[in-house]
Antibody
Framework: EVQLLESGGGLVQAGGSLRLSCAASGFTFSSYAMTWVRQAPGKGLEWVSVISGSGGRTYYADSVKGRFTLSRDNSKNTLYLLMNSLRPEDTALYYC????????????????WGQGILVTVSS | SYELTQPPSVSVSPGQTAGISCSGDKLGDKFASWFQQKPGQSPVLVIYQDTKRPSGIPERFSGSNSGNTATLTISGTQAMDGAKYYCQVWDTNSAVFGGGTELTVL
């Protein structure tokens, strides 16, 4: 059974940093691209970033480009999202999700999702 | 940046067919996915690559995509299908979600 467990969230002041982790189990982690999606309180879904299975390719939403860095440690089956220069508008529930392919494609299938981790940025 | 437009709400009677639209420029040239989200829960993928259903998703969920509009169709809608639905596409190295449609089954 695929399991994704996010951690590392919490309350941080504007301008601060946090590192989110997504621990994966139940599948061969290195064989699948992974993505982060966030949801501000009471709002819709917003895609954040994606990384290929090897970690060699990453893409970011314009809203986080230059501030967030996505990486993975395939030996630890863990995905990381380093968030710097945080802003109040980054406040959201952050979900990690697993794709069904190794490479980043134009037709992703984000079948498996974690339960999400809350990040709150105070001004 | 690319934009997807969904109606804020759709209502349907139990047993009837519900259609939720998602519009965007030349959307038919891209692959569309659809996610269902109920309050307090993580999103669930119900359709990907326009028409494919993940394992475990009921056959009453189907998708189409042509021109500037993608459509999620739920046949024989059940009370449990009441939720918010989001469309999503990939455009120029980034993913985009629609604003979401609240489906009310009454």
């Amino acid at each position: 059974e695929v399991q994704l467990l996010e951690s590392g969230g919490g309350l941080v002041q504007a301008g601060g940093s946090l590192r989110l982790s997504c621990a994966a189990s139940g599948f061969t982690f290195s064989s699948y691209a992974m993505t982060w999606v966030r949801q501000a309180p009471g709002k819709g879904l917003e895609w954040v970033s994606v990384i290929s299975g090897s970690g060699g390719r990453t893409y970011y939403a314009d809203s986080v480009k230059g501030r967030f860095t996505l990486s993975r440690d395939n030996s630890k089956n863990t995905l990381y999202l380093l968030m710097n220069s945080l802003r109040p508008e980054d406040t959201a529930l952050y979900y990690c999700a697993k794709d069904e392919t190794k490479e980043v494609t134009t037709g992703p299938a984000w079948v498996s999702w974690g339960q999400g981790i809350l990040v709150t940025v105070s001004s | 940046s690319y934009e997807l437009t969904q109606p804020p709400s759709v209502s349907v009677s139990p047993g009837q067919t519900a259609g939720i639209s998602c519009s965007g420029d030349k959307l038919g040239d891209k692959f569309a996915s659809w996610f269902q989200q109920k309050p307090g829960q993580s999103p669930v993928l119900v359709i990907y690559q326009d028409t494919k259903r993940p394992s475990g998703i009921p056959e009453r969920f189907s998708g189409s995509n042509s021109g500037n509009t993608a459509t999620l169709t739920i046949s024989g809608t059940q009370a449990m299908d009441g939720a918010k639905y989001y469309c999503q596409v990939w455009d120029t190295n980034s993913a985009v979600f629609g604003g979401g449609t609240e489906l009310t089954v009454l």
